[in-house]
């Protein structure tokens, strides 16, 4: 099939693009990279008549470092993040799941904020974002605004950004070198959406004492999730196959996955377990220069 027919804007700026969306409101739809909107269009599943392309707008695009963090355009295609040194060298966790994404052709045309604004609780974006406490900034007809990861993703598909507002940069942390880190995911092929998708960060002191875990899960909720009460349990403790194995438990007890096409919620749970201990396993090795 092909879409239904629509009027095709192209703005050059944020407040030019905030001006469409206040003038067509629900008639219209925002595309930078189309990954997910052009099949929903094809389909007819979505039928925007007023499609505001946002591509042309420089601004949007490019990777930038302050200070302790670095700054992502919502622009920037998944790619050209991917291979960014500043993300190699500051923030690798983000690059790896990136890694994830598909295929390559679909990095070369998806978008950083595209991912993360469609809410897919599957996807390696949002996944990564809340371990890392990543914040977004948004603008909007009341100015600009930034909200952090956890508020951010709200539920399936559905994020904080409001009708009339976009979603302009991302906001990461650098990660300090001697942090442990893992980004891990099963999935039915390669590039297809993950059955369950782990992020891991740990702290660990000279003795194998955890001083800080974060775990986070995709694909076992309506959202993004952090474990909490398997980084409280880490937080501590020596970091041995015992203390591993209980957080990977403890990170099951408050995810709520649904069955679908893919598998059932009794094996995403199953699985959820492994490779959150997969993923601490690999960052503990990272942590000790194995990785």
């Given at each position: 099939m092909k879409p239904a027919a629509f009027k095709y804007l192209s703005p050059n700026s944020v407040e030019e693009t905030i001006g469409l969306l206040e003038q067509y409101k629900d008639e219209a739809k925002i595309i930078a990279g189309g990954q997910s909107l052009i099949p929903l269009m094809n389909f007819r599943l979505a039928r925007p008549e007023i499609l505001i392309d946002i591509n042309g707008i420089q601004s949007l695009s490019g990777i930038k470092e302050e200070?302790?963090?670095l700054i992502i355009g919502a622009l920037t295609r998944e790619n050209e993040a991917k291979d960014s040194l500043l993300i190699k060298e500051n923030c690798p966790i983000f690059g790896e799941a990136i890694s994830k994404i598909g295929h390559s052709t679909i990095r070369n045309r998806g978008t950083i904020g595209g991912s993360i604004v469609h809410c897919d609780p599957s996807a390696e974006l949002p996944v990564v974002s809340r371990v890392l406490d990543a914040r977004m900034r948004i603008v909007g007809p009341e100015g600009e605004k930034l909200i952090d990861a956890k508020d951010f993703f709200i539920t399936y598909l559905t994020s904080a950004v409001e009708p009339l507002e976009i979603l302009v940069e991302i906001e990461i942390p650098k990660l300090n070198k001697e942090w442990g880190w893992s980004f891990v995911e099963l999935s039915r092929r390669s590039g297809d959406f993950a059955i369950v998708a782990v992020a891991v960060i740990l702290i660990i002191d000279e003795k194998n004492v955890c001083k800080e875990a974060r775990i986070s899960l995709g694909g076992v909720?309506?959202?993004p999730s952090r474990?909490?009460?398997?980084?409280?349990?880490?937080?501590?403790?020596?970091?041995?196959?015992?203390?591993?194995?209980?957080a990977g438990k403890l990170a099951t007890e408050d995810i709520d996955p649904e069955s679908d096409y893919h598998a059932s919620a009794e094996y995403r749970e199953s699985m959820a377990e492994v490779m959150v201990i997969k993923g601490l396993e690999k960052a503990l090795a990272r942590t000790k220069g194995d990785m």
């Amino acid at each position: 099939m092909k879409p239904a027919a629509f009027k095709y804007l192209s703005p050059n700026s944020v407040e030019e693009t905030i001006g469409l969306l206040e003038q067509y409101k629900d008639e219209a739809k925002i595309i930078a990279g189309g990954q997910s909107l052009i099949p929903l269009m094809n389909f007819r599943l979505a039928r925007p008549e007023i499609l505001i392309d946002i591509n042309g707008i420089q601004s949007l695009s490019g990777i930038k470092e302050e200070e302790d963090k670095l700054i992502i355009g919502a622009l920037t295609r998944e790619n050209e993040a991917k291979d960014s040194l500043l993300i190699k060298e500051n923030c690798p966790i983000f690059g790896e799941a990136i890694s994830k994404i598909g295929h390559s052709t679909i990095r070369n045309r998806g978008t950083i904020g595209g991912s993360i604004v469609h809410c897919d609780p599957s996807a390696e974006l949002p996944v990564v974002s809340r371990v890392l406490d990543a914040r977004m900034r948004i603008v909007g007809p009341e100015g600009e605004k930034l909200i952090d990861a956890k508020d951010f993703f709200i539920t399936y598909l559905t994020s904080a950004v409001e009708p009339l507002e976009i979603l302009v940069e991302i906001e990461i942390p650098k990660l300090n070198k001697e942090w442990g880190w893992s980004f891990v995911e099963l999935s039915r092929r390669s590039g297809d959406f993950a059955i369950v998708a782990v992020a891991v960060i740990l702290i660990i002191d000279e003795k194998n004492v955890c001083k800080e875990a974060r775990i986070s899960l995709g694909g076992v909720d309506a959202t993004p999730s952090r474990a909490e009460k398997a980084e409280s349990y880490l937080a501590g403790k020596v970091l041995d196959e015992a203390n591993l194995k209980a957080a990977g438990k403890l990170a099951t007890e408050d995810i709520d996955p649904e069955s679908d096409y893919h598998a059932s919620a009794e094996y995403r749970e199953s699985m959820a377990e492994v490779m959150v201990i997969k993923g601490l396993e690999k960052a503990l090795a990272r942590t000790k220069g194995d990785m």
